[in-house]
Structures are given as C-alpha cells and as structure tokens.
C-alpha cells in the first residue's frame, strides 16, 4: 500500500509541475508555496506601513501602542504587524535554500 501511495504521489507532483523529475517538481511546489506565503506577509507589512506612516522598526521603536492608549485595534495591529516582518524574513531565507543561491543548502 505504502509503494502506491508513494508512486500516486510522484505522479501527482510531477503532474502538477509539469516535470519528470519528482525532485525538481518538489522543489518548483516548495518555492510556490513559500513565495505565497512570503506574499500575503509582505501585503500584511506593506498595509501596515502605508497605516500608520512608518515600518514596524519605527512602530515599536515610538512605542506607538503606548501613544495611541494601548487600544486593541492597535496592539492587534503590533501582533500582526510583528508577525508578518518576522515570517518575511524566515521566508525570505527558506526560498534562498529552495532556489540554490549560493551559500545555501
């Protein structure tokens, strides 16, 4: 059972990349989806910033939650907002590893 499973999914990746090598293919659905995820973070980042005027570092560094009252709108916005620079940034590193920049992987 584990052999067809295993075979279904070479197929599968293979097919959906359009290749005859699985790891290629696994490679090409490893940087979609890390470019994917790399994009909703960066609109994340990019609609904070064009919010509040500032990047997240001027943000934080103006203790802007403090400024503004400590509101939940805000202090959710710092959640997010710290979130989403923080998975560009470890995103922004994996797609260096999956696409072989050298120095990587």
């Not at 490893?30 to 990047?55: A, F, H, S, V, W």
């Not at 979130?83 to 590893?97: D, I, P, S, T, Y």
Request: glycine share 6%.
């Amino acid at each position: 059972m584990a052999k067809v499973a295993e075979e279904r999914l070479v197929y599968l990746v293979n097919t959906l990349t359009d290749t005859d090598d699985f790891n290629e293919g696994l490679r090409r659905l490893l940087e979609t989806e890390i470019r994917r995820r790399l994009n909703r973070y960066q609109l994340t980042d990019r609609q904070l910033q064009r919010k509040y005027g500032m990047t997240f570092e001027e943000f934080r560094e103006r203790d802007v939650v403090k400024e503004r009252g400590y509101s939940w709108e805000v202090e959710s916005d710092f959640c997010d907002w710290e979130m989403a620079v923080g998975e560009v940034r470890h995103l922004e590193q994996r797609l260096k590893e999956v696409i072989g920049e050298p120095g990587h992987g």
